[in-house]
Structures are given as C-alpha cells and as structure tokens.
C-alpha cells in the first residue's frame, strides 16, 4: 500500500469519526432537549394537549368549541355558534335572523384574550385548593386582593387605599350584600332602596325577590328625594339606600347621588368605570364601590365581583352576609381572575386590553351614532367627550349601550315594537322604570352581533321617509 493511499485513507476513518462524533453529541443534545421537556411537563401534558385540540377545531370565526360544549357529537366537542349563524361550523349566516341587541354579554373582549391566548391560560390540577378556605383562614386569595388594588392604583379609577375589599359571586352578590349591611336591624320602618331612573333592573328583582323585614324597594326616586330633602334631620328614622351605578346602564351617564339626608346612604355601582367604557376623570372615592371581572376582562362567566368598603362594620356586615350565603367565592374563580389580572398588568409589548377595549367601543358607538344622526325618528343619548387621566388625553364616548329614543311621539309610543318589526331584539325602556319610548341596545356582544345591529339600523332608517308615508 503506497504512503498515499494509507493517508487516504486515515483521513477517511478521521472524517468518518468526526461525523459519528458530531452525530452523537447532536443526538444527546437532542435527547436531553426532549427529556427535559418531559421532565417539564409530565401530568399536565395530557390537559394542556387536550385544550389545544379543542380550541383548534375551527367555527369559521362565528362561534367556538369549548371542553365542555353542550353539542357533542362522537364524545366531540361540537361548535356553538354566534347568534344568527348554524352549520357544523358555523358557516351559515341564516339571513332574516333578527340582530340580537340584548342582553350584556361582554363578549367583545374574547379577540384580545385569543390574541393572547398563550399567556393567558391556566391550568388547574386536580387537587387545587380543594379546602373551604385559603391557608386555613379566609374565604379570599390574598394575591388577588392586592392584584386588584393594583389594578386600580394603574388605572386610577378607584381609592382602595385604607379600604376594605370583599368578594363577591359577581357583583350582583354584593348588591344585596351591601342592602343588608347598611339597613339597620330591628328598626320600626324598613329602609328604602331607591335607584335613579333608568335603572340596572336587577336592583329591583333582586331587591324585592330577597326583601327582608329590614328593607324594601321603592321605584321613585324622585318622590324619595322631595320627601327626604323636605324632612327635617331628626323627624324620620327611615334609612334610604339610593344605588347609583355610574357609568350608568342603560344610558352611560355618570350619576351622581341625589339624596341629602342623614339618613341617606349610597351603593355606588361602578362595574362601568373602566376605560374601556368612560374617560376615567378622578379615582372614585365613594363608600361602597362595586366592581365586577364581567365588564373588566368580559369574563362575566367566571361571577367574580368585588366591593371595595370604607367603613369596617359594613365591611363585618357584608362579610358575614357572604359566609352564609355562598361561603365565599369559587376558588377556580378566583384563580382565573387573579391570572387574568396579572396579564393585564404585567403587559408590556403591544396593545393593552384598555385600548383594545376602548378602541372597539369607541368605533361601535360612532358607527352606529353616524346612523342614527341621519334620522328623524331616532335619536341617542347625548354624552360629551372628556379628558381620561388613563390616556392622558381627551377621548370621544364609548359606552356599553345606546339608550334609543323613538321620536315620533303618539304612534311610536312602543319603541321596542317598531325595532322587532326592523328585526332588531333590544331591551324597552320600562325594563329600565322608564317609558316605552326608549329601547336598550347592546353594544357589547360579538362583532357578528354588532354587525348585524349596525346592517339592521341602516335598513331602518333608509326606509325612514317611506315608514313616514304609509
Ligand atoms: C350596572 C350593572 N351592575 C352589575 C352587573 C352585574 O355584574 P356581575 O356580572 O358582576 O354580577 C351588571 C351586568 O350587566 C350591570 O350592568
């Protein structure tokens, strides 16, 4: 064998080890890569594959298949559409389905948690604070108490400094909570709970549903305010409790208590007042202040709400009122609130779920203001623009609802009737103690909602010369 070919050939064998070498190191680094992740995720891996399968099952934008899906087909999870839309996918727009402008779903936040639908999932183990109580002690998780103090400390809508924070199974819970908090036991008349019209309806329905000896409800308000205002400050020992929800629902005004009285006390309903929904002007600084997950982060499913409480015997009060009612809040609740409101802390790149919020209520409202200023029949409430310490600029209105008035004074008297006959389902005014002539559209729902309202008013009001005629 010359001295050539030996070379040859040991550069060969050299070139063959070095590749085997390379082969090996990439195959362990490769090995090691895939038993750490192992390592990583081991009883989770099954729950966090079975969550991806569900939520890739396409419903063509017009609906979602959940893990828990009503429709099951084959042990599958089927889609559930969006109003006005059917088919095994959701690919069907039925065409003279009526736009659905009910009810306060707040679902037009289900976009930006599907753009991040990464950081904000969670995943709960099996054995997850299965106990009554968090550490043996309170039926609160204390990192979401302080996860929503800072949250109002960013946004600067709400003082919750020296203040108590109670939770609540939505804020409805805490409602009735605070009733019966601020009626005093054993008096000779019961208190008046009064809200200013128009009004959240469920203040009266839960109201006279749960009426104890120590309260009632009263619809006037206007009556209350005379009768108490004309008092003088010791000849009544009747305490009225006035609900003042501001932003208002239905007509986003932001209210402000009319009583003046001793004995006068205030619930202020403020689930509204985020800056999804109003220019955030001054953190609020009232007594009792509700606030609720439905309107901040749309998961109004998750009924989680809280009461941010001055005074500690009403605070003692509420508290005991929910350790019989419910025993606190559902700790899966709580969980999934305390992440979501992480998420929307600690985001630092991209749009934040204020301006997604704002910018998608703000652009639903002057859609639908630019049709209805064209008409002669309809009009909106009127709400100014004003500066929002949030954005640090003077922002346009973006309410929740457009409070409709049907102009024509005799024949329109049901404004709820000549908007079925356009196939629009709102709410009428007298659901609110107010007159017919009004009608509630939600500008909250999915944007297929929003889309068909807004096609249906154009409808409307194109043929409004002709409607005149008839
Ligand atoms: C004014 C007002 N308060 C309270 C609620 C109920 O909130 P939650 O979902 O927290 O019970 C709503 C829901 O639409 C509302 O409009």
Same mark, same amino acid.
């Given at each position: %064998? ?17 590749? /085997? ?17 192992? &390592? ?33 087909? &084959? ?58 109580? =968090?550490?043996? /002690?309170?039926? %609160? ?48 008349? !019961? /208190? ?24 009632? =409800?009263?619809? &006037?308000?206007?009556?209350? %305010? ?7 400050? &010791? ?26 009285? !001793? ?11 985020? !800056?999804? =929904? ?59 609130? +305390? ?59 973006? !309410? ?49 909602? =929003?889309?068909? +309202? ?17």
């Amino acid at each position: %064998m010359g001295k050539a070919t030996r070379s040859l050939i040991i550069l060969i064998l050299l070139l063959i080890s070095v590749c /085997s070498l390379t082969l090996n190191v990439l195959l362990i680094i490769f090995k090691r890569v895939r038993v750490f992740d192992d &390592d990583e995720l081991s009883w989770s891996r099954r729950a966090a594959k079975e969550a991806e399968r569900v939520a890739a099952i396409s419903c063509s934008g017009h609906g979602r298949a959940y893990m828990d899906s009503s429709l099951v087909v &084959d042990e599958q999870p089927v889609c559930e559409c969006n109003s006005c839309y059917a088919g095994s996918h959701c690919q069907k727009l039925l065409p003279s389905c009526p736009a659905n402008a009910d009810g306060g779903d707040p679902l037009f936040l289900e976009p930006f948690w599907m753009e991040n639908a990464g950081s904000s999932a969670i995943l709960v183990a099996g054995w997850h604070r299965m106990s009554y109580t =968090f550490n043996q /002690s309170s039926f %609160m998780s204390k990192q979401l108490e302080a996860r929503i103090r800072q949250m109002h400390a960013i946004v600067g809508n709400a003082v919750t400094e020296g203040k108590y924070i109670i939770f609540g199974t939505g804020s409805s819970q805490l409602v009735n909570a605070a009733i019966h908090a601020l009626s005093p036991h054993n008096s000779s008349s !019961p /208190s008046i709970v009064v809200p200013l019209i128009p009004y959240y309806p469920l203040y009266k329905l839960q109201t006279e549903y749960f009426q104890e000896v120590d309260y009632k =409800f009263e619809e &006037d308000e206007s009556l209350w %305010m005379n009768k108490m205002n004309s008092y003088s400050n &010791d000849n009544t020992t009747t305490t009225l409790i006035e609900i003042v929800t501001s932003p208002n629902n239905p007509d986003g005004q932001l209210n402000r208590a009319r009583l003046q009285h !001793p004995n006068a006390k205030a619930i202020y309903d403020r689930v509204y007042y985020w !800056p999804h =929904f109003t220019a955030i002007s001054a953190p609020a600084d009232d007594d009792i202040m509700l606030f609720s997950l439905s309107k901040l982060t749309g998961h109004a499913g998750s009924r989680l709400g809280w009461a941010v409480v001055k005074d500690e015997t009403v605070f003692t009060r509420m508290s005991g009122y929910m350790s019989l009612n419910t025993m606190g809040v559902s700790h899966e609740s709580q969980l999934r609130a +305390l992440h979501l409101m992480k998420v929307i802390i600690e985001r630092k790149e991209g749009e934040t779920i204020f301006d997604f919020g704002y910018k998608t209520m703000r652009n639903r409202w002057e859609k639908l203001n630019d049709i209805i200023s064209l008409s002669k029949r309809f009009s909106l409430q009127k709400l100014e623009s004003q500066y929002c310490n949030f954005f640090n600029k003077i922002r346009g209105p973006s !309410p929740a609802y457009a409070w409709l008035k049907c102009l024509r004074k005799e024949e329109e008297k049901d404004c709820s009737a000549v908007l079925t006959a356009a196939n629009i389902n709102g709410r009428r005014g007298s659901t609110y103690g107010d007159e017919d002539k009004y009608v509630r559209l939600s500008l909250v729902r999915t944007q297929d909602d =929003f889309d068909n +309202l807004l096609s249906r008013v154009k409808i409307l009001i194109s043929e409004e010369d002709s409607a005149k005629s008839i």
